[in-house]
């Protein structure tokens, strides 16, 4: 357990370091999507994702296929919780 909650703290730590060089990575005009489905169009140009809906619960898998992700907003979202598969071993 005390695993788990050191594990959440750096993803919010992380989260909250990404949200704060947004500016910085916007100014380098980073291929832009606010859509999934869009996304998954064409995953290898997606370098921004924002999927910042209340209705999501689960944490995407297909979000493994954009190879160029740099910036990923999950905030607003319902996810409560994320596989080990994600973690290794």
Same mark, same amino acid.
């Given at each position: 357990? @005390? !695993?788990?909650? @050191? $594990? =959440? $703290? %750096? =993803?919010? $730590?992380? /989260?909250?370091l990404l949200i704060g060089i947004q500016h910085q990575i916007q100014? *380098?005009? /980073? %291929?832009?999507?606010? &859509? =999934?489905?869009?996304?998954l169009l064409e995953p290898e140009t997606v370098e921004w $994702?924002? /999927?910042? &809906?209340?209705s999501m619960i689960n944490f995407p898998d297909e979000l493994f296929t954009f190879?160029? /992700? @740099?910036y990923l907003d999950l905030s607003n979202t319902r996810i409560e919780k994320i596989? !080990? *598969?994600?973690?290794?071993s």
């Open positions: 357990m @005390k !695993r788990y909650f @050191k $594990l =959440l $703290l %750096k =993803l919010s $730590l992380s /989260l909250y100014s *380098q005009s /980073l %291929k832009h999507y606010r &859509s =999934l489905d869009e996304a $994702l924002e /999927l910042n &809906s209340e190879p160029n /992700l @740099k596989s !080990r *598969q994600y973690f290794g």
